[in-house]
């Protein structure tokens, strides 16, 4: 019992935590592609990189990836956090989202799709 109420506290101790949100991208140093996205949680994107080069696993990061991260290695790829966006105390999840979805299309169309993957 002891065990699962820890469990439930250490859940609820991370969903009061603070994460910084924004739009990053993930380049790939030796071509120039990028791969574009935003999260609400920027640390969850190195973290699953990180992972994702320990164990070899080329479409852990996003499906986009697997083939170039394959054929250029993990090393050539580096994590650009680019906005961070600003979050307030009112904002719920699905404003958070709608922030990032702006913030986003506004890096989108100020880098340009030429290069995108």
Known sequence: MSTQLNRKELI??????????????IVNRQTGEYFLSSNSDIQSIYNKFDFAKKVKSYDAVHKKLANPMKEYG????????LELLEITPEMTNVKIKKGLK????????????????
């Open 74 to 81: 993990f090393d050539s790829f580096s994590i650009e956090v």
């Open 102 to 117: 702006v913030l986003e299309d506004l890096w989108r169309e100020n880098l340009g799709a030429e290069s995108e993957y």
């Open 12 to 25: 609820a101790q991370y969903k009061e935590m603070k994460h910084d949100a924004g739009v990053y991208r």
